[in-house]
């Protein structure tokens, strides 16, 4: 059975003010990058969405936290697909409708 993994190559976010190095939480032995996310993360992030739908964000991300991996996909990817979605749609509709 051929794989059902789609592969979308996205931008980083920009990177934030601040430190971008890794930040061990005090409470917790467990490593957490802060900063700007990378391609690879964001690829992670939406392969979790289409997999799991927007849920079990604690396991979305190996090395983000469940918040982190949640306001990434709320605040930026969805965005991000719903304006190219809309675009491609408004593409769709100009170049059909010019050869009518």
Request: net charge negative; no cysteine; proline share 8%.
């Amino acid at each position: 059975m051929p794989s059902s993994d789609i592969h979308v190559k996205l931008p980083a976010s920009p990177p934030p003010q601040g430190s971008i190095a890794p930040h061990t939480t005090p409470d917790a032995a467990t490593e957490h990058r802060i900063g700007a996310w990378t391609g690879e993360e964001l690829n992670v992030l939406f392969q979790h969405v289409i997999h799991h739908g927007k849920t079990d964000w604690e396991h979305a991300v190996p090395g983000r936290t469940a918040n982190q991996s949640r306001q990434q996909w709320k605040n930026s990817l969805e965005h991000q697909i719903t304006q190219f979605i809309k675009d491609h749609k408004h593409d769709a509709h100009h170049k059909h409708g010019a050869q009518q």
